[in-house]
T-cell receptor, first 113, second 113 residues
């Protein structure tokens, strides 16, 4: 199994809603990532978890809250988002360590109204 | 400069070869990566090259690395309509051991019949 699975594929939410994005991998990878991608732009790193601990937060606003319940799962909790947060949110995983390959999920396309 | 640089657009006829170029920033990068993103999808790791190699061939894909000029290229032989996508080159960010990648802006490849 070399897949990273993300749900939902599409999400529309209002600015007062609370929602969660989910990501799962069964490759035994110990590092998991959240990226944000605007149309026609490269992905931008948001968070990195390594061995289930948050190791990197790229100065992301607190309305985005990551959670890593176990080594296979990664969540991104959303609350009070702004329309400019509309984007493709990508989850990725890697074995852990230096210079290894990232495997990406197909993303959640988020629209904030 | 600090950015990984790529040309933004390439148009190629079906059956011809495509060459996508990238200039990276860190001469100490151990691996360099090429990712492919089709419309509405996540990023797919296409191929990668270790920094002690000059060339890597994988079926229709050839990666060339010029370390002196920090130049990376991806050649796709016999380009097919299914190769239409955005291609990102990426290098690990400096002083980082958890797979944080610096992506180029992406090259949109359009294959015409």
């Amino acid at each position: 199994d070399t897949e990273v699975t993300q749900t939902p594929k599409h999400l529309v939410m209002g600015m007062t809603n609370k929602k969660s994005l989910k990501c799962e991998q069964h490759m035994g990878h110990r590092a998991m990532y959240w990226y944000k991608q605007k149309a026609k732009k490269p992905p931008e790193l948001m968070f990195v978890y390594s061995y289930e601990k948050l190791s990197i937060n790229e100065s992301v606003p607190s309305r985005f809250s990551p959670e890593c319940p176990n080594s296979s799962l990664l969540n991104l909790h959303l609350h009070a988002l702004q329309p400019e947060d509309s984007a493709l949110y990508l989850c990725a995983s890697s074995q852990g360590g230096g210079g290894e390959k990232l495997f990406f999920g197909s993303g959640t396309q988020l629209s904030v109204l | 400069g600090e950015d990984v640089e790529q040309s933004l657009f390439l148009s190629v006829r079906e059956g011809d070869s495509s060459v996508i170029n990238c200039t990276y920033t860190d001469s100490s990068s151990t691996y360099l990566y090429w990712y492919k993103q089709e419309p509405g999808a996540g990023l797919q790791l296409l191929t990668y090259i270790f920094s002690n190699m000059d060339m890597k061939q994988d079926q229709r894909l050839t990666v060339l690395l010029n370390k002196k000029d920090k130049h990376l290229s991806l050649r796709i032989a016999d380009t097919q309509t299914g190769d239409s996508a955005i291609y990102f080159c990426a290098e690990p960010r400096r002083a980082d051991s958890w797979g944080k990648l610096q992506f180029g802006a992406g090259t949109q490849v359009v294959v015409t019949p």
